[in-house]
């Protein structure tokens, strides 16, 4: 039964993360930077990144965390390791947590008036981190940070930082990242997009109201498949298997709004497509990326990861100069969620670890 109330605390979490900002929280903010010149030439007109600061930046403005998002997050995405006396702690550090490219709080397919729905240009993570960099740079005044920190597309963002710019910061803590995302991840994701684009309710992308049955299905394949683990589902329906269907069921529903189908899919363009070797200076190669990387550097990896699959950031990590790599709550098998802030355990051991290597 305590697990039963764990998983739905992850679930409650998920949820959460996509609502609309309260009146208790940090208060949202926006950067407008005009237009947002991509990797490719194309350009995203019109661009406003999305963020919100918890703390406060002292006089030396050296006091700086940035947080990055992971795919389909927003800035509340790792408020469990944000406040006094949590990892990133807000009597010290200065946070500021931003929105990615197409979350539909920075500007996205949804919320763009020059350039709606599909008529959106197709963006890269190393065009977040650009979008980032001009944010702290042009908007706030910060030039150095201690930390760059993220989840899942955070941790990817998180080590390009390192590769784009190796002097910004002391510290990246990248939690179930990825440096150049395996076919298996390639495979899921494009299953995810097939599964909305398949419904005819998606219309080429012009629909009036959110594809359902493509929502379902994209929601079963990553939300409770690849971002879950047999083990959980084990442990949540020990002896009635076939209560895990009408479980599913509810949890669909639940989500059906929380995110914006066309978003989903540019957000899967970026993540699949990710490479850090293909980063300009690196000739494609990722090993050469790797060990550009000068901050240090903490990589967490999630037991049974189905998404962003544990072998890669612990094989890619032995390229980083200065890193400690930590599987996160050893003994659990949380897989890709261990990094979702849902689990009592996963959350002290992630507070714990980061705490630590952020104070060493």
Do not use: C
């Amino acid at each position: 039964m305590m697990f039963r109330r764990y998983l739905w605390a992850a679930f409650a979490l998920i949820t959460a993360a996509a609502q609309a900002h309260g009146p208790n929280q940090a208060p949202h903010q926006s950067f407008a930077m005009g237009d947002l010149r991509l990797e490719s030439g194309e350009v995203i007109r019109d661009f406003a990144i999305s963020y919100v600061t918890h703390g406060t930046l002292n006089a030396e403005k050296s006091n700086a965390i940035l947080m990055v998002t992971a795919i389909s997050g927003n800035h509340h995405r790792l408020d469990f390791l944000i406040g006094p006396g949590k990892a990133l702690d807000t009597n010290r550090y200065f946070i500021i947590a931003t929105d990615a490219i197409g979350n539909g709080l920075t500007t996205s397919p949804s919320n763009s008036r020059a350039q709606p729905r599909m008529q959106f240009p197709r963006y890269s993570i190393r065009d977040m981190i650009t979008s980032q960099h001009r944010l702290l740079t042009e908007h706030l005044g910060i030039n150095h940070v201690v930390a760059v920190v993220g989840p899942s597309m955070g941790g990817m963002q998180v080590l390009q930082w390192g590769v784009s710019h190796p002097a910004f910061m002391d510290n990246l803590v990248a939690m179930v990242p990825l440096a150049r995302t395996p076919a298996w991840t390639v495979a899921v994701l494009d299953a995810s997009r097939q599964a909305i684009m398949l419904d005819p309710a998606w219309n080429q992308g012009n629909y009036t109201s959110p594809p359902e049955a493509g929502i379902r299905l994209w929601r079963d394949i990553l939300s409770f498949l690849s971002a879950r683990t047999p083990e959980m589902y084990r442990d949540q329906f020990p002896t009635a298997p076939m209560d895990v269907l009408p479980w599913l069921r509810a949890q669909e529903t639940a989500l059906i709004r929380a995110f914006d189908a066309n978003d989903w899919l540019y957000q899967t363009w970026a993540y699949e497509r990710h490479d850090i070797g293909a980063t300009p200076g690196m000739d494609g190669d990722l090993i050469k990326a790797l060990r550009a990387i000068r901050a240090r550097t903490l990589v967490l990896h999630g037991t049974g990861d189905l998404l962003n699959p544990e072998y890669e950031p612990i094989e890619t990590s032995r390229y980083i100069r200065d890193v400690r790599v930590v599987r996160i709550s050893p003994g659990t098998i949380t897989g890709h969620a261990s990094a979702g802030g849902g689990f009592p355990a996963d959350v002290d051991f992630l507070n714990r670890e980061i705490s630590i290597f952020l104070n060493r």
